[in-house]
């Protein structure tokens, strides 16, 4: 099983999400782990059954990170997505054409 792993924005940047994909069966304990540290998961979609979406909401504005959330919330992410083989988890910073 491939599970590949993005952390995603949009402006002004500060608050991520990730877009988790995988073939084969669903990485439950990934998934959990991810869950266990606050990630919540979006609806899932009825098309992509290989694929999540996971936020963290955060204490800034419309549940949007401060810069020490982001610190900590990113690094302790990041352990977590190591322990499962997923080192140097590009972020990718949405602009307003991949948004459309």
Request: aromatic share 8%; hydrophobic share 40%; glycine share 8%.
């Amino acid at each position: 099983m491939t599970v590949t792993a993005e952390f995603r924005s949009k402006h002004p940047h500060k608050t991520l999400w990730i877009d988790l994909a995988w073939d084969g069966d669903e990485p439950s304990a990934l998934l959990g782990d991810l869950k266990a540290a606050g990630w919540v998961e979006h609806v899932p979609s009825l098309v992509a059954q290989h694929e999540a979406t996971l936020s963290k909401p955060g204490t800034g504005l419309f549940q949007g990170w401060t810069p020490a959330e982001r610190k900590a919330n990113l690094a302790a992410t990041r352990r977590i997505l190591r322990r499962y083989g997923l080192a140097r988890v590009p972020v990718r910073k949405l602009t307003l054409h991949d948004l459309l």
